[in-house]
């Protein structure tokens, strides 16, 4: 967490200043000089399910986007309490963190969801999904196998996209970079499958 930790100082320094020297522990650059600077912030996002990167999450970044296989839905709701915590403890509002769930897709009817992959009908998926909202996510990143990725675009995402988000919730709300609480969602192939 240490080299991460440094490596966000790092690249926040080279998308807003001139020239940047930094010397940590783990990393050190000198005169260094990225151009073009972006024209808007660049958003972090983490994955973090331990507690130093949890932690690191709250403080620093601007997204979280756990994996379902390792951060179950049962786990969800205190890993976000401890983003909440550190956020508040570094001085920002405690729900300055945007929440995106990683989820393994399967569309097949007679599947049956397991730990680590949502499956189902597309109408299952679609509940499955909607039901982590009430958990606090805005978004997905949905990976289906190669060959089911335009099914998922097409019979489960605008269906995903169209349903409220709960607005009993902290990330139910417009977010520093203007961009509104729509659900998003991005999809993209898994190797296997």
Known sequence: MDGLEEAVAIMRAAWAQ???????????VDDLDLEPKPTEAIPIWLGAAGPRGLALTG???????????????????????????????????????????????????????????????????????YSFTELGFTGFDLMPSRNQIRAIAQDVVPALRALPIPVDRPQARRWPDGASATRECTVHGMARG
């Open 18 to 28: 001139s020239v940047v020297s930094y010397h940590g522990r783990v990393y050190s």
């Open 59 to 129: 403080r620093l970044a601007d997204g979280w986007i756990p994996f379902l296989r390792f951060a179950g839905p049962e786990r969800i709701p205190e890993l976000f309490d401890r983003i909440r915590t550190a956020s508040a403890a570094a001085g920002r509002p405690a729900d300055a963190v945007r929440a995106i769930y990683s989820v393994p897709v399967r569309l097949d009817p007679r599947a049956r969801s397991t730990a680590g992959v949502i499956a189902g009908s597309a109408a299952d998926i679609i509940e499955q999904l």
